[in-house]
C-alpha cells in the first residue's frame, strides 16, 4: 500500500508513521506537512532515511502539491490540523482554513483519484456529556471552534461518500498522551512545567473529565480502521481511562516527584466541555482493544520527556515562549 499521511510531522501522525513502517515492511509513506508551529520534524530522525519514508513540505489547502502527490498513492489519511482548542479560541481562522478547506481539497484528491479516503477527526465532535457515553450515530453537537471545524471536515468527508462514492472512513479518538506530544497540551505541558519547578495552571475547578488514550494504542486502531473499516463509517476510540484534570496533575506531580504547592488555579477556558466519554463497542468488534495500562504508559510517558530534554527545551523557547507570555497567560489571568 501507498499511503499519503497529512500533518505526519505532528504528535499523532508521526508515531502513526514510525508504526506503520515499522509493521509493514514494503508500505509507501509520502509525508505531507506544513510544518507549523506543531510539526517537528525532529519527531522522526529516526525514519528519515527509511527508503520507505519521503517527506514533502506543503500545505494540505494547496491543490497542486496535493494533486500531485495523491497521483502517486492508494489512500490519504488525514492528521493535518490545527489542533489546540485555546489557539481556536484566541484565533479561529487557521482552524477554518486547513481543518476545513484543508479537508476539502484533499478530499477532491480522493475523488479524482479514486483514493481511500480516512479523516482522523475527535471524540470532541460529540461536545460534553454528562453521563453515559456517545455512540458513532449520536448527534454531533460541538463547543469549540476547533471541534466545530473538525465536525465540519468530517461531515464533508461523509458527503463525499454519499455523494461521490469515495471510500472514507472517520476515527474519533480521544486525548491522546504520550512522546513526541507538542507542550501545549495538558500532559505535555505539565510534565515539563513541573521538571522545570514551573507552576502548573489547572483551568477553573479542574474537575473536568478526558479519556485518556496512549497514542501507540491510537496508532493500532487507526490501523485497523484502515484496513478492515467499513466504507462510510465512523469509529470510536477511547482508551478507558476516564480521569479528571486534577488526577492526572497529581500523578504528574508523583511522577516528577515534585511538590503540590506548584499547582496553580487560574481563569477557565470559555465554553469548556466537562466530560468526554465515547462507546467503543463497535470497534470493539471490529478487533481492537486499548494494550496499554494507564500508570505504566503515563510512567513511561513522563520518562520520555526526563529522557528526552532535548527534543522540548529547544521547542518552549522562542516563539513558544512569546506565544504564551502575550496571549495565554493574559487569557487565564496569569502573570
Ligand atoms: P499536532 O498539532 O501535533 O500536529 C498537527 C500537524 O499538522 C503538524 O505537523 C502541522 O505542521 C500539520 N499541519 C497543520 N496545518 C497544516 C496544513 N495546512 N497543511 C499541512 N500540514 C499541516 O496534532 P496531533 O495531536 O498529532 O493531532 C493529529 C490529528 O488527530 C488532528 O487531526 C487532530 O484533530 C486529531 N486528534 C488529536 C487528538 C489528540 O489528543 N492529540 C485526539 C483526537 C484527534
Ligand atoms: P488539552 O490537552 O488542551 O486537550 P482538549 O482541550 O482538547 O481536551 O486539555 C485537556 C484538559 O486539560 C482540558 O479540560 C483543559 C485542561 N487544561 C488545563 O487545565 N490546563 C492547561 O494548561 C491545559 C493545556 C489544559
Redesign the pocket.
Known amino acids: 500500500m501507498r499511503l499519503l499521511v497529512t500533518g505526519g510531522a505532528g504528535f499523532i501522525g508521526s508515531n502513526f508513521i514510525r508504526h506503520i513502517l515499522t509493521k509493514y515492511k514494503d508500505y509507501k509513506i509520502i509525508n505531507l506537512d506544513k510544518l507549523t508551529y506543531a510539526g517537528n520534524l525532529d519527531n522522526l530522525k529516526d525514519v528519515e532515511k527509511n527508503k520507505n519514508y519521503e517527506f514533502v513540505k506543503g500545505d494540505i489547502c494547496d491543490a497542486e502539491i496535493v494533486n500531485k502527490l495523491a497521483a502517486k498513492v492508494d489512500v490519504i489519511i488525514n492528521f493535518a490540523a490545527e489542533t489546540?482548542?485555546?489557539r481556536s479560541i484566541g484565533s479561529p481562522e487557521d482552524f477554518i482554513r486547513t481543518d476545513i478547506f484543508g479537508t476539502y481539497t484533499l478530499l477532491e484528491a480522493a475523488k479524482e483519484n479514486k483514493l481511500k479516503f480516512l479523516q482522523i477527526s475527535t471524540d470532541?465532535v460529540y461536545g460534553s456529556i454528562e453521563k453515559g457515553s456517545f455512540k458513532e450515530n449520536d448527534r454531533l453537537n460541538p463547543s469549540s471552534p476547533?471541534s466545530s471545524s473538525k465536525a465540519g471536515a468530517e461531515l464533508l468527508a461523509h458527503s463525499y461518500f454519499v455523494t461521490f462514492g469515495v471510500d472514507v472512513l472517520v476515527t474519533r479518538s480521544s486525548?491522546n498522551y504520550g512522546p513526541y506530544q507538542y507542550p501545549?497540551?495538558?500532559?505535555p505541558?505539565?510534565i515539563t512545567n513541573a521538571m522545570e519547578d514551573k507552576s502548573?495552571?489547572?483551568?477553573?475547578d479542574?474537575q473536568?473529565v478526558?479519556d485518556w488514550i496512549y497514542v501507540i494504542d491510537n496508532c493500532e486502531a487507526i490501523d485497523l480502521v484502515l484496513h478492515k473499516g467499513k466504507s462510510g463509517e465512523a469509529y470510536n476510540i477511547g482508551g478507558g481511562n476516564e480521569k479528571t484534570?486534577m488526577y492526572i496533575t497529581k500523578k504528574i506531580l508523583e511522577l516528577t516527584k515534585k511538590p503540590e504547592s506548584l499547582i496553580n488555579y487560574?481563569k477557565d477556558?470559555p465554553g469548556?466541555?466537562r466530560r468526554?466519554s465515547v462507546d467503543c463497542k463497535k470497534i470493539n468488534a471490529l478487533g481492537w482493544k486499548p494494550r496499554y495500562d494507564f500508570d505504566k504508559a503515563m510512567k513511561e510517558t513522563v520518562q520520555w520527556y526526563r529522557q528526552n530534554k532535548w527534543w522540548w527545551e529547544k521547542i518552549k523557547t522562542g516563539e513558544y515562549k512569546k506565544y504564551y507570555i502575550e496571549h495565554y497567560h493574559e487569557r487565564h489571568g496569569l502573570k
Open positions: 489546540h482548542v485555546d470532541e476547533y486525548n501545549e497540551k495538558l500532559i505541558v505539565f502548573l495552571p489547572i483551568y477553573g479542574g473536568q478526558r484534570n487560574v477556558r469548556h466541555d468526554y
